[in-house]
């Protein structure tokens, strides 16, 4: 079982910045890929950003390609996203997803999930 607790999220200026983490249980975190979505109000949940189990490859929706940066640090079993030049269309709750299935790229089903942190962007 994989347990998955987001936080960092809260209210920010359009072209602030926020940094969210997310805190992993287990011990085989190194051993696959973890990943980023959000869902907006009255939207679809969406992709945001991946990276996989050693961290040397990322991935990342065009929406947010540039300003935001997906990390993770195996020793403390936490992954991070970064980011940066914020705008009102990134308010969404935003979900920590874990794929055991695979090492490189989470996939549309990941089989865990964070309960969210709420990122609200003024304008």
């Known amino acids: 079982q994989v347990q998955l607790v987001e936080s960092g999220g809260g209210l920010v200026q359009a072209g602030g910045s926020l940094r969210l983490s997310c805190a992993a249980s287990?011990?085989?975190?190194?051993?696959?890929?973890m990943g980023w979505f959000r869902q907006a109000p009255g939207k679809e949940r969406e992709f945001v950003a991946s990276?996989?189990?050693?961290?040397?490859?990322?991935y990342y929706a065009d929406s947010v390609k540039g300003r935001f940066t997906i990390s993770r640090d195996n020793a403390k079993n936490t992954v991070y996203l970064q980011m940066n030049s914020l705008k009102p269309e990134d308010t969404a709750v935003y979900y920590c997803?874990?794929?055991?299935?695979?090492?490189?790229?989470?996939?549309?089903?990941?089989?865990?999930w964070g309960q969210g942190t709420q990122v609200t962007v003024s304008s």
């Open positions: 997803a874990a794929d055991t299935s695979t090492r490189l790229r989470v996939g549309v089903k990941p089989d865990y």
């Open positions: 287990g011990r085989t975190f190194s051993s696959y890929a």
């Open positions: 990276i996989s189990s050693s961290g040397r490859s990322t």
